[in-house]
């Protein structure tokens, strides 16, 4: 009864805004996770598209540079052989260089992983800072947790978090009026950036390379390989285009 005569309205309102900022810091850790396994997954699927479609995509555009260079030798007055020739080659060029790209696949997050990311998230997020130099300096250690997640590397995830954890910085003010204006703005920061991270997953999730993500994912589910599929479509238009460039450049195409 003492403690209850003792406890002003502010004591009280922090109470509550302290309650509401627990449950939008542990909402916010979870979307954080869910965006960078968004990320994660969609790096992942592009690296396997580019080596089962893409390199042969690159393929074919190269036989077609062939093509239209052959034409444009045997009309080398038209200006639009030429041309066509040129951005041919650009296009073979681009391709080329975007297959050499391809990296071995990044492992799949582990539980322990997630877990670590989270925990890091819930110390270090710049939507926890109380001013500029403060979300600065949780802005650069969060983008290295994000690509140390990416890459699956929980000594730097660790890493991170020892650093923030032996900071001066972590060290809170007292006083319930302070305080309970850096748990509003808390609040407010956390509610702009969960505002963030559901504009971006709805964009990434209306890309095209996620689409063709759950396109690839509803075949699985039906027992196909829709990438092997949309190989074995552009092997047949390869073949096609290496008899046209055989024939362009003379040669006897192969039955």
């Known amino acids: 009864m003492n403690e209850e005569r003792r406890s002003t309205p502010e004591k009280q309102e922090l109470e509550k805004k302290r309650e509401e900022l627990a449950l939008l810091e542990a909402e916010l850790i979870q979307r954080e996770l869910d965006l960078a ?4 997954e969609l790096t992942d699927f592009e690296r396997r598209y580019l080596r089962i479609v893409g390199v042969l995509y690159a393929e074919l555009d190269e036989i077609e540079a062939q093509i239209a260079e052959a034409q444009a030798r045997r009309r080398p007055s038209d200006s639009k052989a030429q041309e066509q020739a040129a951005r041919a080659r650009a296009q073979a060029q681009e391709s080329s260089e975007t297959t050499r790209a391809i990296a071995e696949p990044k492992p799949r997050p582990t539980e322990s992983l997630k877990k670590l990311f989270r925990e890091v998230a819930k110390r270090i997020h710049p939507d926890l800072a109380t001013n500029d130099a403060d979300r600065a300096r949780r802005q650069k250690l969060m983008a290295e947790a994000n690509a140390a997640y990416e890459n699956g590397d ?3 995830l660790r890493s991170i978090l020892e650093e923030w954890e032996s ?3 972590t060290v809170e003010g007292e006083g319930v009026g302070p305080e309970l204006i850096r748990v509003i703005r808390k609040i407010a920061q956390i509610q702009r950036r969960l505002s963030e991270i559901d504009t971006e997953i709805r964009q990434l999730s209306a890309s095209d390379p ?3 993500r759950a ?5 699985e589910d039906q027992g196909r390989d ?3 599929e949309m190989a074995s479509q552009v092997g047949h238009q390869i073949t096609d285009a290496k008899r046209r460039l ?3 450049t003379g040669e006897n195409p192969a039955a």
């Open 167 to 169: 900071s001066p910085e």
């Open 37 to 40: 396994s968004l990320r994660a």
């Open 246 to 248: 055989a024939t362009a």
């Open 154 to 156: 929980e000594a730097k």
């Open 215 to 219: 396109k690839a994912n509803e075949a």
């Open 226 to 228: 829709l990438l092997k």
């Open 210 to 212: 996620c689409q063709l």
